[in-house]
């Protein structure tokens, strides 16, 4: 079964995902999150998922993110939903600027870091996904 990662945002969010054997975490889309909901109850009807991770939102200093209400509301809502995926908070600090990193270092281009800000959202929950993955063995 997969492990599925989110990154939440306000506007956007970005999705990752194991393979079957939860070896190796990739990216899976950048959705608008309006939509998110519905796009993860189709996706866990067409795939087998064990749990949902989703990034908590804390700042550096530990105090809490303006996002972690609006994490904390979807958070409550699949749980209730969908008490058979369960979801767990994993910290999030520091995954937006470890993606810029990686595009970088990746040699992504300044105008398509720019243009395609999903991409940062899509890395970011692979981030969070590799850390959550290497934080159990």
């Known amino acids: ?47 087998q998922v064990e749990k949902i991770i989703i990034g908590k939102p804390i700042q550096p200093n530990g105090q809490p993110s303006e996002n972690l209400a609006r994490v904390e509301n979807f958070f409550n809502r699949w749980r209730k939903a969908h008490p058979e995926v369960p979801i767990e908070y994993y910290d999030e600090r520091f995954t937006s600027v470890l993606a810029h990193r990686a595009m970088i270092d990746g040699g ?28 159990r063995r």
């Open 1 to 47: 079964m997969r492990i599925l990662s989110i990154d939440y945002g306000k506007k956007r969010t970005g999705l990752a995902v194991t393979d079957p054997l939860q070896i190796i975490a990739n990216g899976l889309a950048t959705v608008l999150t309006s939509t998110l909901f519905q796009y993860l109850e189709k996706y866990i009807q067409d795939e």
């Open 108 to 135: 992504v281009k300044k105008k398509v870091r720019r243009d395609n800000k999903g991409l940062v959202d899509e890395i970011s929950a692979t981030i969070i996904l590799q850390d959550y993955m290497e934080s």
